[in-house]
Nanobody, 119 residues
Framework: QVQLAESGGGVVQAGDSLRLSCVAS????????VAWFRQVPGKERELLAH????????NYLDAMQGRITISRDNALNAAYLQMNSLKPEDTADYYC????????????WGQGTRVTVSS
């Protein structure tokens, strides 16, 4: 069973960049689609981007499009979210999640990492 652990969150200033990491343990990560979500307390979780197992398909949703880049390195069992030009409204808990290509439901989640952007 794959387990995920995010890192890289912290407190930054508006306009800064940050790279989040998602490291997997267990076998099979290299066959999973990986996504990044974020959640502001009291609001619904929001899908930001996802990348398939081979990195041949990458999709960005509207929320941070143009300011984020999702990537992965299967040799390191890791996925990343590069975030640029951060804004105070980007303050949230950020999660990575994974799913099989045969399902649309993300069943594997990390514990999240908090990003705080100060103005």
């Amino acid at each position: 069973q794959v387990q995920l652990a995010e890192s890289g969150g912290g407190v930054v200033q508006a306009g800064d960049s940050l790279r989040l990491s998602c490291v997997a343990s267990g076998r099979g990560f290299d066959r999973l689609t990986v996504a990044w979500f974020r959640q502001v307390p009291g609001k619904e979780r929001e899908l930001l981007a996802h990348i398939n197992w081979s990195s041949s398909r990458v999709n960005y949703l509207d929320a941070m499009q143009g300011r984020i880049t999702i990537s992965r390195d299967n040799a390191l069992n890791a996925a990343y979210l590069q975030m640029n030009s951060l804004k105070p409204e980007d303050t949230a808990d950020y999660y990575c999640a994974a799913r099989s290509e045969f399902t649309s439901q993300y069943l594997i989640w990390g514990q999240g990492t908090r990003v705080t952007v100060s103005s």
